[in-house]
């Protein structure tokens, strides 16, 4: 079945520098691929979303890209602030269309 | 967000007591799912329902019994649990379960669970 591997485990990183977070996969016939972003004592939330059809998606300062071929996406976060401070979760959709998870990131933003 | 609505937020049991979580969707979803999140770890899909009916169980332990009675509630009931059942679980809903493709999932803020 799909396994999912999600680096790092933690990232410390300095406000309003760059933070990318990566995840590689193992079904070359996996298609959606979409980050979660779960705060301290709150729920994960869809952050961004990528189909296998683009290889690159950008809202506003995160971006997603893909690498189908070597098998492996990454979350980008430019600029960052101090409310970019949370465990982010990358997953992939496998043939029984369901999400198999990374084990999350945990990110912290340094003032 | 409450979309997704989950009770109790936070719930102590012994070992041999016998609790249900709750979960409750006004998205107009088909699919709910139990999730299992403990610390460092992947999130763990426990059960899959689309269109009230069960489509997976992930070898989960038989002290896990889901209930899905609608398209809009879902139940997991609990008895005989073990401390290391101590975690928190996360209810989400999607559009449909392994019926289309590319549905991202919509989760409730989750029942934190201990075990004494």
């Known amino acids: 079945g799909e396994n999912v591997e999600q680096h790092p485990s933690t990232l410390s990183v300095q406000e309003g520098d760059s933070a990318v977070i990566k995840c590689t996969y193992s079904?070359?016939?996996?298609?959606?691929f979409p980050w979660y972003k779960q705060e301290l004592g709150k729920r994960p939330q869809l952050i961004i979303d990528?189909?296998?059809n683009v290889g690159e998606k950008k809202d506003q300062r995160i971006a997603v890209t893909l690498n189908k071929t070597a098998k492996h996406f990454s979350l980008h976060i430019t600029e960052t602030q101090p409310e970019d401070s949370a465990v982010y979760f990358c997953?992939?959709?496998?043939?029984?269309?369901?999400?198999?998870w990374g084990a999350g990131t945990k990110l912290i933003i340094k003032p | 967000e409450t979309g997704v609505t989950q009770t109790p937020r936070h719930l102590v049991m012994g070992m041999t007591n016998k609790k249900s979580l709750k979960c409750e969707q006004h998205?107009?979803?088909?699919?709910m799912y139990w999730y299992k999140q403990s610390a460092k770890k992947p999130l763990e899909l426990m059960f899959v329902y689309n269109f009230k009916e069960q489509t997976e169980n992930n070898s989960v332990p038989s002290r896990f019994s889901p209930e899905c009675p609608n398209s809009s509630h879902l139940f997991l009931h609990l008895h005989t649990l073990q401390p290391e059942d101590s975690a928190l679980y996360l209810c989400?809903?999607?559009?449909?379960?392994?019926?289309?493709?590319?549905?991202?999932?919509?989760f409730g803020d989750g029942t934190r669970l201990s075990i004494l």
């Open positions: 998205l107009g979803h088909n699919a």
């Open positions: 989400a809903s999607s559009q449909g379960a392994g019926l289309r493709p590319n549905q991202p999932q919509h």
């Open positions: 990528i189909r296998s």
């Open positions: 997953a992939v959709e496998s043939s029984n269309y369901q999400l198999i």
């Open positions: 079904d070359s016939a996996s298609n959606y």
